[in-house]
């Protein structure tokens, strides 16, 4: 416990900026119409993307004897595979709803 808070303390500066990253982009994203959460959304999963290439990154980058690291890289590699292909369906479903029906 006392390495967490002597962490925290050597750290405020960041501990605060991510305060504030968290309250700052609620509010952004709380001001944004309905209709752009869609275009949103596919940038978003772009993100991911390049989230996901990070994790294979330093998935190779690990020993192949430490087998923890391993294990937690490819756990982040599986998370971000699930998160960009569901995001992307995600959004596929949302702009199915907006083309016209055929009859």
């Known amino acids: ?13 960041m501990v605060y900026l991510l305060i504030f990253s968290i309250l700052l982009g609620i ?3 709380s001001k944004v ?7 949103l959304m596919s940038g978003a999963n772009a ?18 004897d430490d087998y923890w690291s391993l294990s937690v ?9 699930l998160n ?5 369906a995600v959004t596929d479903r949302m702009l199915e709803m907006f083309k016209k029906k055929k009859k």
């Open 1 to 13: 416990m006392e390495a967490i808070l002597q962490f925290l303390h050597d750290n405020l500066l």
């Open 27 to 29: 509010e952004v994203i």
């Open 33 to 39: 119409p309905a209709v752009l959460h869609t275009p």
């Open 47 to 64: 993100i991911h993307g390049v989230v996901l290439v990070g994790a294979i990154i330093v998935l190779f980058q690990a020993r192949a």
């Open 73 to 81: 890289g490819f756990v982040a590699v599986v998370f971000g595979t």
């Open 84 to 88: 960009v292909v569901g995001g992307f």
